[in-house]
């Protein structure tokens, strides 16, 4: 184990939440004329426990996310070679999370199929991994949800739920039209997410340039300049090119010849 047990076994506590019960270890090591193997042994238990509930909190936040457990998308999986031009770091440097800790708002923009929710699942899948609420769903679903919510009376309780993760992901945006109760519950979402403490980030994805994105909300212009919200601090990754899709389908190419009933041969 470590060279300096009791600092690591506070570290542990400290994680845990505990760590005014074991301030007074070292001295209870000492009265009890605790072997090095002794405390050594105590600080794997420690270890032991903390690692334990990390692996319950990252579960509880993935299932939380709604990002995909089976086949998930990360960084890792991420073909970044396929990605070109010359702020190509910038998108490799997401994974430290430096935009989710600083609040900046993130959009990935381009055409079906390059890599646009993928970048998104992993940013908050490695936002899930460093114990960082995120939540995930595509914006037809936050459509209905709304719709749902004023329907059944729950438009508050909606809200507060989608202002409190760190990180709120919304996918697709272009392809459903939110009408002026659902658009002003929308701006809802962002004017109070935009008042958070770090860290906080909403990504969105989109097939649309976002100088478009009012076209697919209903209201005032009042209302609709909340869109800046979104962007007054924010990164938007644009892309151009072919379609990472079908990369791994396989085109077999057949001939088929006619057949003559009459040939008795």
Request: one cysteine or more.
């Amino acid at each position: 184990m470590s060279d300096r047990p009791f600092d690591s076994i506070a570290g542990y506590a400290k994680y845990l939440g505990i760590e005014k019960y074991v301030g007074k270890l070292p001295a209870f090591a000492y009265q009890n004329n605790l072997t090095p193997e002794a405390v050594s042994s105590l600080e794997l238990v420690m270890k032991h426990i903390r690692d334990t509930k990390q692996e319950v909190v990252l579960e509880t936040l993935l299932n939380f996310s709604r990002l995909p457990k089976v086949n998930p998308k990360t960084f890792e999986n991420f073909d970044f070679d396929r990605i070109h031009g010359k702020n190509v770091d910038r998108l490799k440097n997401l994974p430290s999370l430096s935009a989710v800790y600083s609040g900046k708002n993130l959009a990935f923009i381009g055409p079906p199929g390059v890599g646009k929710t993928h970048l998104a699942m992993a940013l908050g899948r490695e936002c899930c991994m460093r114990e960082l609420k995120t939540y995930f769903l595509k914006a037809s679903e936050l459509n209905q949800r709304f719709t749902d919510a004023r329907k059944y009376g729950r438009s508050g309780s909606v809200v507060n739920g989608l202002v409190k993760p760190t990180c709120l992901i919304i996918d697709e945006i272009g392809h459903c039209i939110f009408d002026r109760e659902n658009t002003r519950l929308f701006f809802d979402v962002i004017d109070r997410r935009y008042s958070k403490d770090a860290p906080n980030c909403m990504i969105f994805t989109s097939n649309r340039e976002p100088n478009t994105w009012a076209e697919y909300f209903t209201g005032d212009d009042d209302l609709l300049c909340s869109l800046d919200r979104i962007f007054d601090d924010a990164s938007v990754f644009i892309f151009n090119g072919e379609s990472y899709r079908g990369r791994k389908c396989e085109t077999i190419k057949l001939e088929a010849g006619g057949f003559n009933l009459n040939n008795s041969n």
